[in-house]
């Protein structure tokens, strides 16, 4: 079931003459089930192409999917927000006597809500119906291969996509029905005071911040003993440092065990004995495909752990159905969903074969300092390439130097010892991921140390330390343990 260049234009040149009427026996050339950004950029660039093309999502967070509803862009404007309160207090260094006040909670969410409703109808009106794309409000299931049941009626396609995404993971224990997820913590009534947080994943950092900023008292709480897994292990103890100095207490090693609803909070107890009040309590302990009861079984997709399987172009088992985004195991990512979506309209209707290229991609964590991180970490250059050397800078901004702020910037490079490749650049510091987006294009077109270090800096940034370290930190010379 690989698609080729022949046929791929021979679909791109018959849709283009017959335009947006559905070819042969189906009522549409594609259905996309999912109105998330790999389902809407699927759907819109193939509508594009001259497919006739509808779109169905069941409402569960609204248009534009957990991306533009339930996470990076509510999230984004609440670090925003958590910034100004930490900003009043390092202004006295410079002149300023500003008094931070308490924040109105209420004005954050109602803003913040209106600029969600403002990209909402972005999607349907300009984005999708503009596109000629049919939208259905409505649950989509497989009825066969072909077929799938709406809220009021069947319809046909000869290809499907399905873009279902993720939904948080729900945590079970006693007094498990308290606790809240990163759906619902975007439309609190009012600010908590005292914020329990499960989990250390990009999202439960990501909060701790917020919180933190917002004048919060913040408990993380996690059953190992570093954050974010996954990330290189020196940016993650560095990052694990800054929360702390920051004032979030990080309970480490150790689990909730119950939640107990009192007259003055939640009673939260640790299985180490400790016991915490709170206002909130949130389970951010992963992310699960949101597959469930939509008849892929029906149809014998595969899947596995709950995730759709998929090829390199993004196509299931079955023939003409199709998966992208966190439904499948990709990474986890708005941008990646995009590119995927795009990627496989190109090469179905478009007569642009193209797989999706996930090299390099760039990543941030918006905690309070930033993560930023593009390529492999330490740990898996180690086992991938073998012999590497690895630069590092530790350092104190300028801006702290005079606002008295504690927290430091580091910054880490990794290098392909015999190619001279750059193959992973770290950083732990405000606006990593601002910076990390410029890089990666360069690591992306093969950027040696070398060329790295013939770049001439912007100064005073730091930025320009990454084109500043010369001297090697440290180097491994063993061989390699697994491939790329």
Same mark, same amino acid.
């Given at each position: 079931? @690989?698609?080729?260049? %022949? ?33 809407? &950029? ?48 390092? %202004? ?8 931070r006040g308490e ?6 969410? %109602? ?26 409000? %409505? ?19 000869? #290809? ?8 948080? &993971? ?52 996690? &059953?190992k003993d570093l ?41 939260v107890t640790l ?27 029906? @149809? ?9 399987? @998929? ?70 250059? &180690? ?5 590497? #050397? ?36 770290? $950083?732990?510091?405000? !606006? ?12 992306? $077109? ?15 940034? !730091? ?22």
């Amino acid at each position: 079931g @690989v698609a080729n260049s %022949s046929s791929a234009d021979a679909r791109g040149r018959e849709s283009e003459s017959e335009g947006n009427m559905a070819s042969g026996k189906y009522d549409y050339d594609l259905f996309v089930i999912g109105g998330g950004s790999g389902g809407v &950029r699927a759907s819109r660039i193939a509508s594009g192409h001259g497919a006739k093309v509808a779109l169905a999502d069941d409402g569960a967070v609204g248009l534009g999917g957990t991306c533009v509803n339930v996470g990076c862009v509510p999230k984004k404007l609440m670090v925003y927000g958590s910034e100004f309160g930490r900003a009043a207090g390092e %202004s006295g260094g410079f002149g300023w006597d500003f008094k931070r006040g308490e924040a109105d909670w209420q004005r954050l969410i %109602s803003n913040k809500d209106k600029e969600i409703k403002r990209l909402n109808g972005i999607y349907e009106t300009y984005v999708l119906k503009k596109a000629g794309v049919e939208i259905f409000k %409505s649950k989509a299931t497989l009825i066969d291969a072909h077929t799938i049941q709406l809220a009021d009626k069947k319809v046909t396609a000869d #290809k499907i996509m399905i873009c279902v995404g993720g939904w948080p &993971r729900q945590l079970k224990f006693e007094g498990s029905e308290h606790l809240i997820t990163s759906n619902e913590v975007f439309f609190l009534k009012e600010r908590p005071k005292r914020v329990v947080i499960i989990g250390a994943g990009y999202i439960a950092v990501e909060f701790a911040g917020i919180f933190e900023g917002y004048g919060c008292e913040v408990n993380l709480i996690y &059953r190992k003993d570093l954050i974010l897994r996954g990330f290189d292990k020196d940016c993650r103890k560095m990052l694990q440092n800054e929360m702390i100095k920051s004032g979030i207490n990080v309970e480490l090693k150790t689990q909730v065990t119950k939640i107990v609803k009192k007259s003055d909070g939640l009673e939260v107890t640790l299985d180490n004995g400790k016991v915490i009040m709170a206002d909130i309590v949130m389970a951010a302990a992963g992310r699960t495909p949101k597959t469930d009861g939509i008849g892929l079984e029906k @149809v014998g997709v595969k899947m596995e752990k709950g995730y759709i399987v @998929v090829d390199e172009w993004q196509r299931t088992n079955v023939e003409n159905i199709f998966a992208c985004g966190d439904c499948t195991p990709t990474l986890q990512l708005t941008p990646v969903a995009l590119h995927e979506g795009h990627c496989f309209a190109d090469t179905q209707f478009g007569g642009l074969v193209r797989r999706a290229d996930r090299e390099f991609v760039a990543t941030a964590v918006f905690a309070n300092p930033n993560l930023g991180t593009c390529g492999f970490t330490e740990e898996q250059a &180690r086992k991938i390439f073998g012999g590497i #050397k690895v630069y590092m800078s530790e350092f104190t901004p300028l801006k702290n130097r005079v606002s008295g702020a504690p927290d430091k910037a580091m910054m880490k490079i990794i290098v392909e010892s015999h190619s001279d490749r750059v193959v992973g650049m770290h $950083m732990v510091g405000h !606006s990593a991921g601002e910076i990390m987006q410029g890089f990666s294009v360069a690591m992306r $077109m093969g950027m040696t140390k070398k060329q790295l270090d013939s770049t001439i800096g912007i100064h005073p940034t !730091s930025a320009e330390e990454f084109v500043t370290m010369r001297t090697v930190h440290h180097e491994a010379k063993d061989p390699p343990t697994s491939s790329l």
